[in-house]
């Protein structure tokens, strides 16, 4: 991590003092289909799902954000962006801040990237993640990688196992490792009827972490 506590806590200043409390249900849309953001949003509390929509008219996960996170970076950044929604997984606050109000404060204080280049290392760390996930041959072990990478970002140990603490439906699941729904939803029932996880509404509880790892050995 390049930032610092110091850093970090001046970045979320920032967005307290200069930006707009935004307020969303689950499945509230907060920059919706070919809408241009309204500005740069910190999330304060909640999880927020980016997707965009194959040419199959299928949803296409692309990362989920979590507390403490900016979205979206490249376009406060660059002011260029794909069409990417972004919609609440869970019930969200955030801190929405104007794109100049944004670019302003990084000119006045150039150390404030530090927090900003840590999101972008983590984005890249992941969508690399995802690229080499497809190296995999089967289906069973690209949607173990994937639940295992999930894990260490959303992960919650409990007594039961850890708990990614992301809602993931299947189809979310199969975007993501290339591959069906019905195959994916055909893994999983497999995995679990091994003993090897519980999916219980959109929740996934590991409850034999290294024997998912063995899939992979």
Not at 3 to 11: D, F, V, Y
Not at 46 to 73: H, M, S
Request: neutral net charge; charged residues 25%; contains cysteine.
């Amino acid at each position: 991590m390049l930032a610092t506590l110091k850093q970090m806590a001046e970045l979320v200043e920032i967005f307290r003092s200069r930006g707009v409390k935004q307020t969303y249900r689950k499945g509230d849309f907060i920059i919706r289909p070919g809408e241009t953001p309204s500005g740069v949003h910190y999330i304060y509390q909640g999880l927020v799902k980016a997707y965009d929509i194959t040419r199959y008219n299928e949803e296409n996960l692309l990362i989920i954000r979590k507390e403490d996170e900016v979205f979206p970076l490249i376009w406060g950044l660059t002011g260029q962006e794909r069409s990417v929604i972004y919609q609440a997984l869970a019930p969200t606050v955030t801190l929405c801040l104007s794109r100049e109000k944004f670019l302003s404060y990084i000119n006045e204080r150039p150390e404030a990237l530090a927090p900003i280049v840590d999101m972008t290392i983590e984005m890249y760390r992941l969508h690399s993640e995802r690229i080499l996930n497809l190296e995999y041959r089967t289906v069973r072990e690209r949607i173990i990688s994937f639940l295992l990478t999930m894990s260490q970002r959303f992960g919650k140990q409990t007594d039961d196992g850890l708990l990614i603490e992301a809602p993931l439906r299947h189809q979310d699941i199969a975007s993501s490792i290339n591959a069906t729904r019905e195959t994916t939803s055909r893994e999983l029932s497999a995995l679990e009827r091994k003993g090897l996880l519980v999916n219980k509404q959109s929740l996934i509880l590991l409850k034999d972490v290294e024997g998912l790892r063995h899939y992979l050995s």
